[in-house]
């Protein structure tokens, strides 16, 4: 089956501390992978994304290498902000079809 | 302009009543979503619609119906409510069913209570 796993949240950070969520995958075939980010109170947000194997996605910072041989997807990010805290959900579409599978979220908050 | 926009906001009600949340996408999508984010987060894909058919039905009580009147709705209708329905839905659209080429968008959510 296809499923995203996520690292546990929740992660508290200090401004300008690295960030990496940890995001790992099961599918057939050959998925795209994305990131999605959830401010408070607010609908999800793409944030990057990556289509095939070795593709990095990359976006206000942040970026994430899809890697079919450890079958990951990890979330980071050089340097924090506090604007950054976020639920952030990892997530996967098989390219043959449009259902997503999320990862439960790993809830962000940063501290100045 | 807001691109998938969702009705109420927030919704509190009793259990045994029948509710609607509405779902409205001025994007031009043939596709659309609702996805149900439990207290914990976790996001779990309900119904997707194209071309206003029905293509994806998880497995989810036959309480709940989505009706799409036309491609820029999608509307979801739950019948006799009880405790466990309260959550967050998502309402959501892209513009095809190719996988990931195409992005979904997501509306602000309905926050539904039950008591």
């Known amino acids: 089956g296809n499923s995203v796993t996520q690292m546990e949240g929740p992660v508290t950070l200090s401004e300008e501390a690295f960030l990496t969520i940890n995001c790992t995958y099961t599918?057939?075939?050959?998925?795209?992978l994305f990131w999605y980010v959830q401010y408070p109170g607010e609908g999800l947000q793409l944030l990057l994304k990556?289509?095939?194997?070795?593709d990095k996605g990359s976006n206000k910072g942040f970026e994430a290498t899809y890697r079919k041989e450890t079958t990951s997807f990890h979330l980071e990010k050089g340097s924090v902000q506090v604007s950054d805290s976020a639920v952030y959900f990892c997530?996967?579409?098989?390219?043959?079809?449009?259902?997503?599978?999320f990862g439960t979220g790993t809830s962000l908050t940063v501290i100045p | 302009d807001t691109a998938v926009s969702q009705t109420p906001k927030y919704l509190v009600t009793q259990m045994g009543n029948d509710k609607s949340i509405k779902c409205e996408q001025n994007?031009?999508?043939?596709?659309m979503y609702w996805y149900k984010q439990d207290s914990k987060k976790f996001l779990k894909i309900m119904f997707s619609?194209?071309?206003?058919?029905?293509?994806i039905n998880e497995t989810v009580p036959n309480r709940f119906s989505p009706k799409s009147p036309d491609k820029a709705h999608l509307n979801l209708h739950i019948n006799s409510l009880e405790l466990g329905d309260s959550a967050v839905y998502f309402c959501?659209?892209?513009?095809?069913?190719?996988?990931?080429?195409?992005?979904?968008?997501f509306g602000p959510g309905t926050r539904l209570t039950v008591t």
């Open positions: 959501a659209s892209s513009q095809g069913l190719a996988g990931g080429l195409y992005e979904q968008y």
């Open positions: 599918a057939t075939g050959y998925p795209s």
């Open positions: 990556a289509t095939k194997a070795d």
């Open positions: 997530a996967l579409i098989k390219n043959t079809g449009n259902q997503f599978y």
């Open positions: 994007l031009g999508h043939d596709t």
């Open positions: 619609y194209n071309n206003k058919e029905l293509i």
